[in-house]
Antibody, heavy 124, light 113 residues
Framework: QLQLQESGPGLVKPSETLSLICTVS??????????WGWIRQPPEKGLEWIGS???????YYNPSLRSRVTMSVDTSKNQFSLNLRSVTAADTGVYYC????????????????WGRGALVTVSP | DIVMTQSPDSLAVSLGERATINCRCS????????????FAWYQQKPGQPPKPLIS???TRESGVPDRFSGSGSGTDFTLTISSLQAEDVAVYYC?????????FGQGTKVEIK
């Protein structure tokens, strides 16, 4: 059974960098059939796609966040990661890592597996 | 960006009755080459991640009860719960994967009347 687990600091100061890692178990991240993505949810609000990355490291980002986001993949550890720079309070929320079957180019797909989510609060 | 608009924002339905949620896309998510709608539905309960319900507009994910069904094509889609159960109380989201960026609807909260 595939499992995804987010890890990282739960508290980040404004203007600093939010860093999260997703550890994948039960499947190899090297699979060419999937994108690996990040989706966030502010408190009491809806879902926002941050970006997706494939096993080769090709990453696709939401244009609204592109200037601040970097995603990477570590196939030796079966992990992928998210860095979000220059955070503000508006970046507070639950961050989910996810698996997306590749349905086209540009990191597109539905989500067939979600992590449990990591709450990140941006506060001094 | 493809804007996804769900209606209603919330609804209350009696146990055993039908619940219907609509989602409208600002542009078609039907891909002419394969004739597939790049559209999905998710269910989210408090404190939990979203659970995939339906992909390709009408294909139920493994283990999803058959009281959940998806329909529609192009820009207009519907999620129907044929006989609402207590465990179906949740927020439901639609999502398109036809174009980047991926976008979600704002959510519809389903409660028991």
């Amino acid at each position: 059974q595939l499992q995804l687990q987010e890890s990282g600091p739960g508290l980040v100061k404004p203007s600093e960098t939010l860093s999260l890692i997703c550890t994948v178990s039960g499947d190899s991240i090297i699979s060419s059939s999937y994108f690996w993505g990040w989706i966030r949810q502010p408190p009491e609000k809806g879902l926002e796609w941050i970006g997706s990355i494939d096993h080769s490291g090709s990453a696709y980002y939401n244009p609204s966040l592109r200037s601040r986001v970097t995603m990477s993949v570590d196939t030796s550890k079966n992990q992928f990661s998210l860095n979000l720079r220059s955070v503000t309070a508006a970046d507070t929320g639950v961050y989910y890592c996810a698996r997306l079957p590749q349905t086209g180019t540009g990191g597109r797909g539905n989500v067939d597996y979600w992590g449990r989510g990591a709450l990140v609060t941006v506060s001094p | 960006d493809i804007v996804m608009t769900q209606s209603p924002d919330s609804l209350a339905v009696s146990l055993g009755e039908r619940a219907t949620i609509n989602c409208r896309c600002s542009q078609s998510v039907l891909y002419s080459v394969d004739h597939r709608n790049y559209f999905a539905w998710y269910q989210q309960k408090p404190g939990q991640p979203p659970k995939p319900l339906i992909s390709w507009a009408s294909t139920r994910e493994s283990g999803v009860p058959d009281r959940f069904s998806g329909s529609g094509s192009g820009t207009d889609f519907t999620l129907t719960i044929s006989s609402l159960q207590a465990e179906d109380v949740a927020v439901y989201y639609c999502q398109q994967y036809s174009g980047a960026p991926l976008t979600f609807g704002q959510g519809t909260k389903v409660e028991i009347k």
